[in-house]
């Protein structure tokens, strides 16, 4: 099992998301701006956003938004407030994943 260390909240900037070093275990930072944004940065300094929150069951959902800098801050902020509307109206951001998933597993029949 790999062990997350959650770092404390921080104002995310594209300065420090460029100059943020890898720490040889993965990591976790939480945006102050954007409710439920996370940056993980894995042990070898891959840095993924991400969206942990609970949607209007109560159970907690975690929906990878894309890899930094393919995916820029901005447009993860926008992607985290789309993600968060869609959980709170009971909907799952991950039903399309799975579903390619599927897809993808049954030898890429649609």
Not at 48 to 77: C, E, H, I, N, W
Request: with cysteine; proline share 3%; hydrophobic share 35%.
């Amino acid at each position: 099992m790999t062990t997350i260390r959650m770092e404390s909240r921080r104002n995310m900037t594209d300065g420090w998301l460029r100059n943020l070093k890898d720490t040889g275990r993965r990591t976790e930072y939480s945006d102050t701006l954007q409710k439920g944004l996370r940056l993980r940065v894995g042990a070898q300094g891959e840095r993924t956003f991400l969206l942990k929150a609970r949607g209007r069951d109560g159970r907690m959902a975690t929906v990878t938004l894309g890899p930094y800098p393919m995916l820029s801050l901005k447009d993860a902020r926008q992607k985290a407030m789309a993600c968060l509307l869609a959980l709170k109206n009971c909907e799952d951001p991950n039903a399309e994943k799975r579903a390619f998933g599927r897809r993808g597993a049954a030898g890429g029949a649609a």
